[in-house]
């Protein structure tokens, strides 16, 4: 029998694509194996979002070459879509497939091996206008499982390179999206999350058929008792919306949404559409239809032109907002994007001074966050034992919880009393609740 062994690199959906590629080898018989195992195969799939993406796709390709030079290197993604040629001079590397061919890649690992013929498959991204349909039946967290509802972006943000990867926005049929879920209910996932490129595009490219429509479909299905939904914008975040949304019962409240920057003039520059008010206002309607929810977001810091007085204004938002979870990150240009040729570049050393303030204020709104739950009783989804009796779950607004337990209490949700936060964790106690 021959074995494959699977590494994927950045976000959400790329580890979609990845289970849907393992599900595609299984049904004609290969072995799954760890990556750090001897394999005939080795898949990677990789990210091209930023520079550090790219290196450490590189990289993996060289440790899966290392480990057995006589293997089948497969490499997939963003990184093989934006820069194929650089991909198929690496050595070992025998198939490159883009972000649009995956369904092939059994196909195509085949046919090397039997001809040892390389072969590279990508297709013009930007004319792509079909959902390319992949299809999983399980998830490597067995409790939570990522549904892939839409593809491509067309935002063009200054400072992003995903449109040249991933191509305009391709929404799924909501029928496959039914049947998928439908299928990974009747096999024990109690969560779904609902996840894409830019889901808040979902159904521009279908007839009277919007994001909501894709909750609705989730939400009806038997057996699904928590929905959350990847990153989103302020602007799908209406009135309506969000009166549906918190009318369901099933979805989370914990929400993603895409700030960047707390300063009007960094949004401008980086081609965000939206303001902070209008952000602002999205966040309020939340806080009045879901009791306490838990708004996190990403903010960059030291984008070209970006001056101090622009990020204390970016800082004191988050301040205001009072987000439960930030991740910060330094501006880092990409090759290939407008704002990596603006003007007012900011030193790397004052990028990462700014980040680390606005880090250390953000772990104080988080731990402020989690420690208003201490002393009161709350769902908890317990994903896995982690040794010495101690599960690990996380709640509806994805505060992670630890709980004693003499039974397996995995994949179960219990109502549990929240004790302390020891700066990791919040413990629970379910002979208290």
Same mark, same amino acid.
């Given at each position: 029998?021959?074995?494959?062994?699977?590494?994927?690199?950045?976000?959400?959906?790329?580890?979609?694509?990845?289970?849907?590629?393992?599900?595609?080898?299984?049904?004609?018989?290969?072995?799954?194996?760890?990556?750090?195992?001897?394999?005939? &195969?080795?898949?990677?799939?990789?990210?091209?979002?930023?520079?550090?993406?790219?290196?450490?796709?590189?990289?993996?390709?060289?440790?899966?070459?290392?480990k057995n030079p006589n293997a089948l290197i497969c490499v997939a993604g963003c990184y093989s879509q934006v820069s194929p040629e650089d991909v198929k001079k690496?050595?070992?590397?025998?198939?490159?497939?883009?972000?649009?061919?995956?369904?092939? &890649?059994?196909?195509?690992?085949?046919?090397?091996?039997?001809?040892?013929?390389?072969?590279?498959?990508?297709?013009?991204?930007?004319?792509?206008?079909?959902?390319?349909?992949?299809?999983?039946?399980?998830?490597?967290?067995?409790?939570?499982?990522?549904?892939?509802?839409?593809?491509?972006?067309?935002?063009?943000?200054?400072?992003?390179?995903?449109?040249?990867?991933?191509?305009?926005?391709?929404?799924?049929?909501?029928?496959?999206?039914?049947?998928?879920?439908?299928?990974?209910?009747?096999?024990?996932?109690?969560?779904?999350?609902?996840?894409?490129?830019?889901?808040?595009?979902?159904?521009?490219?279908?007839?009277?058929?919007?994001?909501?429509?894709?909750?609705?479909?989730?939400?009806?299905?038997?057996?699904?008792?928590?929905?959350?939904?990847?990153?989103?914008?302020?602007?799908?975040?209406?009135?309506?919306?969000?009166?549906?949304?918190?009318?369901?019962?099933?979805?989370?409240?914990?929400?993603?949404i895409s700030l960047q920057s707390g300063c009007d003039k960094t949004l401008r520059n980086m081609n965000r559409k939206y303001t902070t008010k209008e952000y602002?206002?999205?966040?309020?309607?939340?806080?009045?239809?879901?009791?306490?929810?838990?708004?996190?977001?990403?903010?960059?810091?030291?984008?070209?032109?970006?001056?101090?007085?622009?990020?204390?204004?970016?800082?004191?938002?988050?301040?205001?907002?009072?987000?439960?979870?930030?991740?910060?990150?330094?501006?880092?240009?990409?090759?290939?994007?407008?704002?990596?040729?603006?003007?007012?570049?900011?030193?790397?050393?004052?990028?990462?001074?700014?980040?680390?303030?606005?880090?250390?204020?953000?772990?104080?709104?988080?731990?402020?966050?989690?420690?208003?739950?201490?002393?009161?009783?709350?769902?908890?989804?317990?994903?896995?034992?982690?040794?010495?009796?101690?599960?690990?779950?996380?709640?509806?607004?994805?505060?992670?919880?630890?709980?004693?337990?003499?039974?397996?209490?995995?994949?179960? &949700?219990?109502?549990?009393?929240?004790?302390?936060?020891?700066?990791?964790?919040?413990?629970?106690?379910?002979?208290?609740?």
């Open positions: 029998m021959k074995s494959v062994s699977f590494c994927t690199l950045g976000c959400k959906v790329n580890q979609y694509e990845t289970e849907a590629m393992i599900t595609l080898f299984k049904e004609r018989g290969y072995e799954i194996k760890s990556f750090e195992d001897l394999c005939d &195969i080795y898949v990677i799939n990789t990210c091209t979002v930023t520079g550090t993406g790219e290196r450490k796709s590189r990289q993996m390709i060289g440790r899966a070459h290392k690496l050595p070992g590397v025998g198939i490159v497939i883009g972000t649009n061919d995956r369904a092939k &890649i059994v196909d195509m690992a085949e046919e090397f091996l039997k001809t040892g013929k390389k072969e590279a498959k990508i297709s013009d991204i930007l004319r792509q206008r079909e959902f390319e349909r992949l299809w999983i039946t399980s998830y490597e967290d067995k409790t939570r499982a990522f549904v892939k509802i839409e593809e491509g972006c067309t935002e063009f943000c200054s400072y992003c390179i995903i449109p040249y990867a991933r191509g305009p926005v391709r929404s799924r049929p909501l029928e496959d999206i039914e049947k998928e879920v439908r299928t990974l209910s009747k096999n024990g996932y109690r969560e779904i999350v609902l996840t894409g490129i830019h889901i808040g595009s979902y159904g521009r490219d279908l007839e009277n058929t919007s994001l909501i429509d894709a909750v609705k479909t989730v939400n009806a299905i038997d057996g699904i008792e928590r929905i959350r939904l990847g990153s989103v914008e302020p602007r799908v975040l209406d009135e309506n919306f969000v009166r549906e949304i918190s009318k369901m019962g099933k979805v989370c409240d914990h929400f993603h602002k206002d999205a966040v309020e309607r939340l806080r009045n239809a879901f009791k306490n929810p838990a708004i996190t977001t990403d903010i960059i810091t030291g984008f070209p032109m970006e001056t101090d007085e622009d990020f204390e204004v970016s800082l004191k938002f988050m301040e205001d907002v009072r987000f439960s979870e930030v991740h910060v990150f330094p501006y880092s240009p990409r090759k290939g994007t407008k704002a990596a040729m603006m003007d007012g570049q900011v030193e790397k050393k004052t990028r990462e001074k700014r980040a680390k303030i606005m880090i250390e204020k953000a772990k104080e709104l988080h731990r402020e966050y989690v420690k208003s739950f201490e002393n009161t009783t709350q769902s908890v989804l317990f994903e896995q034992h982690i040794g010495d009796g101690i599960y690990e779950g996380h709640m509806t607004n994805y505060i992670k919880v630890r709980m004693k337990s003499c039974e397996d209490i995995s994949h179960r &949700i219990l109502n549990v009393k929240l004790e302390s936060y020891d700066g990791r964790c919040i413990w629970a106690d379910f002979s208290k609740s």
